[in-house]
């Protein structure tokens, strides 16, 4: 029984963490802007509107940013946020990074245009993998067995779309 309760606590966590419920609405939220962006790629080739969609999200960020800052300066004591000044101190990394997200962007809304919405955010997940490993190498996080296992258990649901 303590075994069967534990499957069920991601669950049962939805009730109790706010955490997992604003995560399922992120989830929510991804779901239906992925199908939105794979009709409007019927109109618009994918490379321009990639560009145009995080240019986009990119002007409307720093409304979310500063909008409820009030509350968080309250919240976290009066400290100031992160200045832009921290992002010119290693430019060579930011560059690289940038590069990279736009690499990501431009193969994104290309795969998007090209198979169902839902394969491709199935395949595209398994780059969790990556995260539990730098998780564990990098940043020394313990329970790597059963984070694989699950990270296994994705493997398995994108075997069985890729063969299907």
Do not use: Q
Request: no cysteine.
């Amino acid at each position: 029984l303590k075994d069967l309760r534990s499957w069920g606590e991601p669950l049962l966590a939805i009730f109790r963490e706010p955490g997992s419920r604003m995560m399922l609405t992120v989830a929510l939220i991804f779901a239906f802007t992925a199908t939105m962006g794979k009709a409007v790629l019927s109109y618009v080739p994918p490379e321009h509107f990639g560009a145009f969609y995080f240019v986009l999200l990119g002007l409307l960020m720093p409304l979310f940013w500063v909008l409820p800052l009030p509350r968080r300066a309250a919240a976290a004591g009066s400290r100031a946020p992160v200045s832009l000044r921290a992002l010119f101190r290693r430019p060579w990394a930011v560059a690289a990074v940038a590069a990279l997200n736009g690499l990501m962007i431009y193969t994104h809304f290309l795969a998007i245009a090209r198979v169902e919405v839902a394969y491709m955010l199935a395949v595209k997940r398994t780059s969790l993998l990556f995260g539990i490993l730098y998780g564990a190498l990098l940043f020394g996080e313990r329970g790597l067995g059963s984070h694989l296992a699950a990270g296994a258990l994705m493997l398995v649901g994108v075997a069985v779309i890729v063969l299907g």
